[in-house]
């Protein structure tokens, strides 16, 4: 499963990539305005950090607007993936876009017959959003469950899902049981995955024990033994 980082925050981007395990990165006009910063300054220096898939979004309502807008994110950064909403207008633009090879990332997808229409016009992605459906009572998990037995079976689609608005580390847990292709974490989740108080008490006692045996310096030890033995 890939990992992207939904987030617009240069900080946690870089400190996510330098765990060298960090495939792309998901923004929204939210996020972008959480940051207070310019826009396409911001997207082109996340591209520059993750340098894999990373989405941003249009903000026209209509699919020429959108195709407009998509055209030129995409010639950012070659590593841009143009994000454009689940409506008849964002089918439309998805559809040009994708035709003219720009590769889009159809988002807000909360019903499976949604993620049918993305692979149709060709997205390159469609997410849908686990958390927001999970907020008002209907288990997320479960679209993503219905959209992968779709597009399963039909081979031709090559609409990756990628699992958005995730909110705990259980999300990223079934979604890799369902076999997700993608998911996008806030910074939060991201760190969380790698948490464990028993892996924390481990390391402490470990690292307690290590103090009482003879010779503590690894790197000395090993380097003199492989020279003794030639290696
Ligand atoms: C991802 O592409 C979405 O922008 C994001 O996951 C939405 O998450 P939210 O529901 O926490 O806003």
């Known amino acids: 499963m890939e990992f992207f980082l939904d987030t617009a925050n240069l900080v946690e981007i870089r400190e996510a990539a330098s765990w060298g395990i960090l495939d792309g990165c998901t923004t929204n006009p939210s996020l972008i305005a959480r940051e207070g910063r310019d826009f396409v300054a911001t997207i082109a220096e996340i591209c520059e950090i993750v340098r894999g898939p990373v989405s941003a979004e249009v903000v026209a309502t209509h699919a020429a607007g959108m195709v407009e807008e998509g055209r030129l994110l995409a010639r950012i950064s070659e590593h841009v993936v143009v994000k454009v909403p689940l409506d008849a207008e964002g089918i439309k633009a998805t559809k040009i876009l994708s035709g003219e090879g720009v590769r889009c990332n159809v988002t807000l997808c909360f019903q499976p ?48 899902v990628l699992v958005a608005s995730v909110r705990h580390p259980m999300h990223v847990v079934e979604a890799a049981r369902l076999g997700a292709d993608v998911i996008t974490l806030p910074f939060g989740v991201f760190r969380r995955l790698v948490q464990h108080p028993l892996t924390d008490k481990g390391i402490q006692a470990f690292t307690e024990d290590w103090k009482k045996v003879p010779d503590t310096d690894i790197v000395g030890q090993v380097g003199r033994w492989l020279e003794a033995h030639g290696r």
Not at 114 to 138: T, W
Request: hydrophobic content about 45%; overall charge negative.
């Open 113 to 160: 017959a949604q993620a049918l229409l993305a692979a149709k016009a060709g997205a390159a992605y469609v997410s849908p959003f686990v958390g927001r459906l999970d907020d008002v009572g209907i288990e997320g998990m479960d679209l993503v469950r219905q959209i992968l037995e779709i597009y399963a079976n039909y081979p031709q689609y090559t609409t990756k």
